[in-house]
């Protein structure tokens, strides 16, 4: 209840002006842009708004906030995505570094792949792979400062895999699982649930590699690669 609260919240107060994220509010008014790392985490944050509430709105609002960020932030020459926007006098400095925070660029590359899948933006997906494939080695060998790309880069290595169904409120096995995402009917045109037959009660499909397995009719049947 309190993250459907926080996510009226923003949709009402001005935490977005002219489509834009603002870094705050004071006295109901919203001032300083954005930083790329608000942009990272805020997408982060509406990419898991709509994994637990298939709420449509949420995944539109990181769909726009994606498209955003990549005009705003992302460097052509690294590949990455640097701190401020490009007009602003800040230091424009590329962080990567993953701390007691991820880094927001480990964070952004996770947006892009879910956001890919999700969405079917192949450039998206792709963008996010091109980050990790740049980040390999750096964080092979420390992994230690690269904790969260370690992570990610796991999931690839698993196929980044998912389960989709429409039961809503069953747990599936979240260390197997990066994504759960539900279905209704007001969800059929995204990309990630086209081609599956939800008709019956009780439908789950376990997909890896962008390939899905049959699909089965209880959680604790699904075998995960």
Not at 12 to 18: A, G, I, S, V
Not at 57 to 78: C, K, P, R, T, Y
Request: aromatic share 12%; hydrophobic share 35%; with cysteine.
């Amino acid at each position: 209840e309190s993250a459907r609260s926080l996510f009226g919240y923003m949709k009402q107060k001005p935490y977005l002006m002219d489509g834009s994220l603002s870094h705050m509010v004071h006295k109901k008014e919203a001032y300083i842009s954005a930083f790329f790392e608000d942009y990272a985490h805020c997408i982060a944050s509406l990419i898991n708004y709509f994994e637990i509430f298939s709420d449509q709105n949420s995944l539109d609002l990181a769909m726009q906030l994606g498209q955003e960020v990549n005009e705003l932030f992302f460097d052509e020459a690294s590949g990455f995505y640097k701190t401020a926007q490009q007009n602003k006098i800040i230091r424009k400095k590329i962080e990567i570094t993953d701390n007691v925070i991820p880094s927001a660029n480990s964070v952004m590359c996770e947006n892009l792949l879910k956001l890919g899948l999700i969405g079917g933006k192949d450039k998206w997906f792709h963008q996010g792979e091109r980050m990790l494939e740049k980040m390999k080695d750096k964080a092979f060998m420390h992994p230690q400062h690269y904790a969260n790309w370690c992570r990610i880069l796991s999931i690839q290595q698993n196929g980044y895999p998912y389960v989709v169904s429409n039961e809503p409120g069953i747990q599936v096995n979240r260390h197997k699982a990066w994504m759960n995402l539900v279905w209704h009917k007001e969800l059929s045109d995204i990309h990630i649930f086209t081609g599956k037959d939800f008709s019956k009660k009780d439908v789950f499909y376990y997909c890896a590699n962008k390939v899905c397995h049959a699909p089965v009719s209880n959680s604790e049947e699904i075998r995960y690669a």
